[in-house]
């Protein structure tokens, strides 16, 4: 079983920055796909960014070029850097873990594991 736990959210103004961290416990995380996905109030769970094993990374449309995912295997930690913040980023995040069949990896289903969350509010 893997635990992840979020930390980093928190209340930043338009244009500021944040770091979430996604710590893990109980597996090492070097095999699995890291996920982080957000949701905000009255909308589904939607991906944000995934990187893979061998340090590949994708991002949703809505970040690309403002978010950045990282991970050290040594720490069991993901990393997700959110950069030129918008109030619309305003959510909770999740990071999660799985390992994935195909291009999956914006798929919630394709995750085993889940962190609890954390609040990221935006404001303008």
């Known amino acids: 079983q893997v635990h992840l736990v979020e930390s980093g959210g928190g209340l930043v103004q338009a244009g500021g920055s944040l770091r979430l961290s996604c710590a893990a416990s109980?597996?090492?995380?070097?095999?699995?796909?890291m996920g982080w996905f957000r949701q905000a109030p009255g909308a589904e769970r939607e991906f944000v960014a995934a990187?893979?094993?061998?340090?590949?990374?994708t991002f949703a449309d809505s970040v690309k070029g403002r978010f950045t995912i990282s991970r050290d295997n040594a720490k069991n930690t993901v990393f997700l850097q959110m950069n030129s913040l918008k109030p619309e980023d305003t959510a909770v995040y999740y990071c999660?873990?799985?390992?994935?069949?195909?291009?999956?990896?914006?798929?919630?289903?394709?995750?085993?594991?889940w962190g609890q969350g954390t609040q990221v509010t935006v404001s303008s």
């Open positions: 990187i893979w094993s061998g340090g590949s990374t």
């Open positions: 999660a873990a799985g390992l994935l069949p195909g291009d999956s990896y914006s798929y919630t289903v394709a995750y085993e594991h």
């Open positions: 109980g597996r090492p995380l070097r095999r699995y796909t």
